[in-house]
Structures are given as C-alpha cells and as structure tokens.
C-alpha cells in the first residue's frame, strides 16, 4: 500500500485534482495555508471492484494494474475487519441478532489516503489537527509515527507506536452516540517529525446520508439515561461543516440532551 500511495501521491497536482469526490473531503484535498504539510484523495465505496478500478482508469488513462490490485484488495480486507469488529461490539452488548444486519446495510465505505509531507527544517509540524472522525468507525495504517490521541484520563497526548502487521481503530461519532455514551469518543491529531514523508490509508467506515443514528433501546435505562437525540449523519455532517472548529465537541452541541 504504501508503494502504490507514493505512485500516486508523486503524480503532477493537476493530474490528482481530476478525483472529484460527491462529499467535502473525498475527492482531493491538496496542501492549504492551514494545513500545509497535508494532501489527501479518497475513493467512495472502494468494496465495490468497479470503484476502484474507476479511480485508476481517471488518474492513470494507461493503466495501473498493480495500485489496482493492491487497493482493491486492501479495501476487502479492511470492509471485512470492520464488520468483524462491529459484529464483535453489538454482540458484547447483546444486540447483535436484533441490530447487526441492518447497521450493515445502513452503512457506506470511503477510503482516504492521505500524504504528510516531512516539516521543513526539522522542525516539528503539524500534519493533522485535533478532530475526532465524523463517521461511525474508522481503521487506519500509517508508514510512520506520529498519530497522537488525547488520553481522557489526564489529557496528556500519548504518541501511537505503528506496531508491523496491526491497525489502528477509532471509535468514531456515530458510534458514540450509538452506543448512549459508552464508547470513548478519542481526540487525535498528527505531528510530523523528522525527514521522512508519512502516508496513511483509512477505511471510513459512516452511516448512509438517510439512516438514522439512534441508541438501541436496550442500551437505554434508568442508570444510563438517552445521551443523544437521534440524528441523521446527512444533518450532523452539515452542521460540522458550517458550524464548529475541529476543537469543538460537534457531537454534543448537536445532538446531547
Ligand atoms: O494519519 C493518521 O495517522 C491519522 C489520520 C486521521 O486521523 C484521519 O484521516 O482522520
Ligand atoms: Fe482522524
């Protein structure tokens, strides 16, 4: 993956700004005032062969069968990783047989891949600020160090050590909110150190446009009373948009009761 990442990301501006994603941040996001050691692009539904294969044909018109390949089946494998590990939670929670199916259905996949670009100087930079992720779960793989998550315990940022053969999981909103609150909901950001240029790829799995992101009742009780109202991803998506820094708890100011 990170061969192929580096193909792509070494590719003219012009030529990475043909992907044109239909949601903010899923075609190219190239390097800004603000970010400027960040580029990313992503593919929405990257399950589905045909979406890949339609990414390679638009950015390679000649062919690219081995980032083809390799991302395809990287899609597979992380699609199917995530439904393990969602399974693995409804079940912890007893509510895999009533929920599991149509949280599945409800669910859409997009792939980022994003490029840090090692800060000039040596100095430190920032590659990524501190946000959660907007959707309901998010896996991650990264060539470098330099993912930091906020700890909740003394809001100290702890540096994630990329361990060979594993990935990185978030909990993302939608979850949290699924969950009535039980899921740590983990702030991270990215530093860039060094020389070197980081790459990541993350598998975003988010609830479609319509489906609505409700506790199940059996999550709710008197000890544990509704955390958040429901909501549409469509409307909390617009809201994070328009209405709140990274830094905001956008979760709570939209949907806490
Ligand atoms: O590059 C990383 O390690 C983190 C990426 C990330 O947080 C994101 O894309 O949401
Ligand atoms: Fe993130």
Redesign the pocket.
């Known amino acids: 993956m990170f061969m192929v990442l580096k193909d792509l990301f070494d590719l003219p501006v012009e030529t990475k700004k043909k992907n044109v994603g239909s949601r903010p941040f899923s075609g190219y996001v190239g390097r800004s005032q603000q970010s400027p050691l960040y580029e ?1 692009l992503g593919i929405e539904e990257p399950d589905l062969p045909s979406q890949v294969q339609a990414f390679t044909d638009l950015i390679w018109p000649n062919g690219n069968p081995r980032f083809c390949r390799t991302v395809k089946s990287m899609s597979k494998m992380m699609v199917e990783l995530e439904q393990i590990i969602r399974k693995m939670i409804f079940e912890s929670f007893g509510v895999e047989k009533k929920y599991y199916e149509s949280s599945v259905n409800d669910t859409e996949y997009g792939i ?1 891949f ?1 490029k ?1 670009d090692a800060p000039p100087n040596n100095e430190t930079g920032v ?2 600020r501190p ?1 959660t ?1 907007g959707g309901f779960i ?1 896996i ?1 793989n ?1 060539s470098l160090p ?2 930091e998550v906020l700890s909740k315990e003394n809001d100290q940022w702890l540096l ?1 050590e990329p361990r060979q053969g594993t990935f ?1 999981v ?1 909990v993302a909103d939608a979850l949290k909110a699924w969950s009535n609150g039980r899921f740590h909901l983990a702030t ?3 530093t860039m150190r060094g020389k070197k240029n ?3 790829y ?1 598998m ?1 799995a988010i609830p479609k446009d319509e489906a609505v992101i409700e506790a199940p009742k059996e999550l709710v009780d008197k000890d544990h009373p509704l955390a958040f109202r429901p909501f549409k991803q469509m409307d909390f998506f617009r809201f994070y948009l328009t209405n709140s820094s990274p830094q905001d708890n956008a979760l709570q100011s939209f949907a806490g009761i």
């Open positions: 990313s980022h994003v840090y590659g990524a946000h992720d998010s991650l990264y330099g993912l994630v990185t978030f991270h950001k990215v980081r790459y990541t993350v975003f």
